[in-house]
């Protein structure tokens, strides 16, 4: 059974930093792509930042610059490194990662349980 686990967020002022990890665990045959997602109170859900493989990044264009998506394959983890944060950060953030369970399976998408990410000063 895949797990994803975040840790991280909490309450920032204005300008501050946060980091957001997801460990994953369980079983992977294959871990593709991994990044995160934030959902704003009456809003969608949007992507913020995505990480191949490969290592080849993509960023929303409201984060571009002070975001950063980072992940340890060894560990199986995903980093969100956010600076420079703004009150319209504010959302519950959540990781997701494309895997393939097993040799025998399709990839499929998998969550983290979310976390509260407040900034306000």
């Known amino acids: 059974q895949v797990q994803l686990v975040q840790s991280g967020g909490g309450l920032v002022q204005p300008g501050g930093s946060l980091r957001l990890s997801c460990a994953i665990s369980?079983?992977?045959?294959?871990?593709?792509?991994m990044g995160w997602y934030r959902q704003a109170p009456e809003k969608q859900r949007e992507r913020v930042a995505a990480?191949?493989?490969?290592?080849?990044?993509n960023y929303a264009d409201s984060v571009k610059g002070r975001f950063t998506i980072s992940r340890d394959n060894g560990n199986n983890t995903v980093y969100l490194q956010m600076n420079n944060l703004r009150p319209e950060d504010t959302a519950v953030y959540y990781c997701?990662?494309?895997?393939?369970?097993?040799?025998?399976?399709?990839?499929?998408?998998?969550w983290g349980q979310g976390t509260q990410v407040t900034v306000s000063s």
């Open positions: 997701n990662a494309g895997l393939v369970p097993a040799m025998w399976e399709y990839e499929d998408d998998y």
């Open positions: 990480i191949t493989s490969g290592g080849s990044t």
């Open positions: 369980g079983s992977i045959f294959s871990l593709n792509r």
